[in-house]
């Protein structure tokens, strides 16, 4: 296995299904992210987890909720889903290193292949 | 608000030159990315800028002007497999990486 692994690949839900993806990474980074990549429109920024803990979480709706069991694998659970949720969820990796101020410099990121979420 | 545009597609001939443009307003600058997705596929790192002036890498360049708040990716001798998606982002003065929509490049024979 190498570089980041998302799974299902496809997902087809109703709004009422709860289902899970999931993302693995052997890279050995020490920071995992959720984005959600819908057409013709930029990377949103779900959630950061640096170090096995939640850095980051941009408003995101509670339908969503993000697991970090350890540095290699990242789910995130889905339930109660909304037609406007159906998009291409993509998990990264990246080496990251204490910069100025405390501040986090993220490296360069490493993208699975991602997870086509299509809610009815 | 910070902000990132690059046109939405191109097109351009195999064996040419192409150069995809990239102006951003975000707040403080801490590098910018470029990053290429091909249809169905992970985006996968191409270039890094945090200095103005061009970085090249075999037949992809990437140009940066700080004070322009402008870069561009230049694609040389194209050939059909250049066919994707070109994302650029800036890191802001919180090391929060900021996208831009993306440019879908076409090749043509």
């Known amino acids: 296995e190498t570089g980041v692994t998302q799974t299902p690949r496809h997902l087809v839900m109703g709004m009422t299904n709860k289902k899970s993806l999931k993302c693995e990474q052997h890279?050995?980074?020490?920071?995992m992210y959720w984005y959600k990549q819908s057409a013709k429109k930029p990377l949103e920024l779900m959630f950061v987890?640096?170090?096995?803990?939640?850095?980051e979480n941009n408003s995101v709706p509670s339908r969503f909720s993000p697991e970090c069991p350890n540095s290699s694998h990242l789910f995130l659970h889905l339930h109660t889903l909304q037609p406007e949720d159906s998009a291409l969820y993509l998990c990264?990796?990246?080496?990251?290193?204490?910069?100025?101020?405390?501040?986090?410099?993220?490296?360069?990121?490493?993208f699975g292949e991602g997870s086509r979420l299509t809610v009815l | 608000g910070q902000n990132i545009d690059q046109p939405t597609e191109m097109t351009a001939t195999e064996g040419a030159i192409v150069q995809i443009n990239c102006t951003y307003q975000?707040?403080?600058?801490?590098?910018l990315f470029w990053y290429q997705q091909h249809a169905g596929e992970a985006p996968t790192f191409l270039s890094y800028?945090?200095l103005d002036g061009l970085e090249e890498k075999g037949r992809f360049s990437s140009f940066l002007s700080r004070s322009k708040g402008y870069s561009y990716l230049l694609l040389k001798e194209l050939q059909m497999k250049d066919s994707a998606s070109y994302l650029c982002a800036v890191r802001d003065s919180n090391y929060q990486l900021i996208w831009g929509a993306g440019t879908k490049l076409i090749i043509k024979p």
């Open positions: 975000t707040s403080g600058f801490n590098g």
């Open positions: 987890y640096s170090l096995e803990e939640r850095v």
């Open positions: 800028n945090v």
């Open positions: 890279l050995g980074h020490n920071a």
């Open positions: 990264a990796s990246s080496q990251d290193l204490e910069g100025l101020a405390g501040k986090w410099d993220t490296g360069e990121l490493f």
